[in-house]
């Protein structure tokens, strides 16, 4: 069987995307070309395809989110399905009911798709068990973050051609990021070495099960790195102090220009799942030097997520 | 459930850790004694012939949650003693987390009186340690003791404050009560919902590390050694802490363990896809721990093996994993799965029986865990080779929180029997 052969005979099967975990390889090769496909409508001057035309998706925020949300909206937007917003705060979560109460309302006005942030690991997976509409996570607990984690692999991929036999270190605070656990597991899949790399309190174990490799210091993750990826310091998150002060992160985890220009390769690129504590996890030289694709990666967000939704509604036959 | 004068229970295996008996036998049963067998059968005696199986002294849980007062929804005293006779359990001490908490009396007789009136199971009440299991103040273990309790323990939590832990042995020994540690070390396990290693980090839920049953369990063992007092450490579920226990029970310090059928069942890898049914605390642990409790049934680290029954209706369950009640029901499986241990070798059926009757009756000092003549008729009739799924609907706990559901399951209680009383029978 050629090449081709092999790829027409495949079918994307998933109703819901729930995390990396369960893609296959052909899985994330398959989302990441049809998002490169989709890339281009955003540049039209007419942002608009009727894909989704009739189709409700319901943006069901539990935690804050402003780029994941918008993203997502717009996404959705652009291929002519209506949304919805629903955020915790005017939820009736606040009135004592429970995710899977709420799930079900929802389901009775009949969402085609759901997307959900939520801040407890497993939630959206849940609602998938309880609800008809299929589910998108948009972030659950400390467990996943599936599309930003594409959108990341689609912006090396576009940058090298090839995610496979990269260097990717990814540093900070790996215990509380969603981002990290689920580029861990997708850059790995796509043959890629993954490294991490911060503070002891920042990690957690079993890091390397999931296919990292733990790196005792900064300069050991960065050497020959292709991509570095600086993690947001979350100190909305920590209900336990993990750092002394952000100033002496800074100085000992900071990515900077002289760290990059030392170790890592010339032309490394320069990641941030953002929003960005300007001159804490990375300085502004390195934010906004040549290497940084950070935008970009902004940019493939809305291309990724078009895919995910027309692959998980167009399963159904509903695609055109 | 039906009252006999004379039960006769023929052709069993006959085993008692107390005599060490362990021999083919009859076992004859009058007013609720167990008396010597006579040649001639007596009118109006009801007969069993229990050819391949199991007599032995009825069970005894000696840690298990009955949510009356307060959580009728959850368990009742009723349906929580049915569901232990069923299991093969003739008693059962339950812990005081109830609402109200039982600190006082007049909570602990309403417990027996519950009991006594429409109990399948003995009841034996435990006290809290601190007023409300606030961990400040001594409850007034005086009244507690004449009202019934056996022991006090703050159950669900640990007594935080070393000093009244400190006190609360010295107090309770004045009163010959027991007391019974929740070993947690609260700091390192705050919104931990599960064993933390590497099923955590990929669930991305928060861990709760092994430390912090240890660290608990290494002060309350200093604590004995300071007082000569006893200490009881319920649900171990790590191998340090079973590793702590063995080394103060060989240099003398006065201490017991239990350990559960969950943990040395399953492994925190049970937690699977976000089972809320495998969500207890402490959590599941690693192969390594799991290995290490059963080594510790094997050796004696562990007196007994407990339930911790903790009945939990979906209202508490069906939630996200994080927000998910801990707690496991257990009084319905404990035998089954104690028994896979004496079909893997890892223990003896006598040994077995120690672990589920005899040693909780020694510990608790309650009557009970022996079949030698004389005593109270608790008798519990196991069939070895019976095998069942464990299916929500055969469940007679209002808990159906257990993570074994749909397990097929070898061996089973046929035959209850309560101070001659049968309270459960799968004979007839």
Known sequence: ?320 | MTTVNRLILQNGRLLDPVTGVDAKGDLWVEDGVIVPAQKEIPENSEVYDVHGKWIVPGLIDMHVHLREPGEEYKETIKSGTRAAAAGGFTAVACMPNTTPVNDCASVTQFITKAATREGSARVYPVGAISKGSKGAGLAEYGELRQAGAVAVSDDGLPVLDSQLMRRAMQYAGSHDLLVISHSEEMALSRNGSMNEGVVSTRLGLRGIPAAAEAIMVYREIALAELTGQRIHIAHVSTGAAAELIAQAKARGVRVTAETAPHYFTLTDEAVGDYNTNAKMNPPLRTEKDRQAIRKGLQDGTFDAIATDHAPHSVLEKELEFDRAANGVIGLETSLSLSLALVRDGVIGALRMVELMSSAPARILQVEGGTIAQGNVADITVIDPEKRYVFTEDSILSKGKNSPFLDWELQGKAVLTVMGGRITHNELT
């Not at chain 1, 009736?92 to 899977?100: D, F, H, M, N």
């Not at chain 1, 599309?147 to 260097?167: C, P």
């Not at chain 1, 292709?226 to 979350?234: K, N, S």
């Open chain 1, 1 to 320: 069987m050629s090449t081709k052969n092999v790829k027409d005979a495949y079918q994307f099967k998933h109703k819901h995307i729930l995390g990396i975990e369960q893609l296959s390889v052909a899985d994330i090769f398959h989302i990441l070309d049809t998002a490169i496909s989709f890339k281009e409508i955003s540049s039209r001057s007419i942002k608009k395809v009727p894909t989704l035309k009739g189709k409700t998706i319901i943006n069901f925020f539990f935690e804050p989110s402003t780029r994941t949300r918008l993203s997502f909206e717009i996404a959705a937007k652009r291929m002519s399905a209506d949304t919805f917003n629903i955020a915790a705060s005017t939820s009736s979560a606040t009135k004592g009911e429970t995710l899977i109460d709420t799930a079900r309302n929802l389901q009775a006005m009949n969402p085609d798709t759901i997307i959900v942030r939520h801040g407890s690991s497993g939630a959206p997976g849940l609602l998938a068990r309880h609800v008809e509409a299929s589910i998108i996570n948009a972030g659950d607990g400390t467990h996943e973050h599936p599309s930003q984690a594409l959108l990341d692999m689609m912006t090396v991929r576009e940058h090298r051609g090839t995610v496979e036999g990269l260097k990717i270190a990814i540093v900070g605070d790996i215990a509380h990021s969603r981002v990290a656990h689920s580029d861990i597991l997708g850059f790995t899949k796509l043959g890629a070495e993954v490294r991490v790399a911060g503070p002891e309190t920042f990690m957690v174990p079993g890091l390397d099960a999931l296919g990292a490799r733990v790196c005792g210091s900064i300069v050991e993750a960065v050497t020959d790195a292709d991509v570095v990826m600086a993690l947001r310091i979350q100190r909305e998150r920590q209900d336990d102090p993990l750092i002394p002060s952000l100033r002496e992160y800074s100085q000992f985890y900071g990515i900077n220009h002289n760290l990059l220009q030392k170790h890592a390769r010339p032309d490394v690129l320069v990641m941030h799942p953002g929003p960005i504590n300007r001159g804490v996890e990375m300085n502004p030289d390195v934010a906004d030097g040549k290497g940084s694709v950070i935008l970009e990666q902004v940019t493939n967000g809305v291309a990724v997520r078009m895919a995910l939704l027309y692959l998980v509604m167009g399963r159904e036959g509903g695609r055109g």
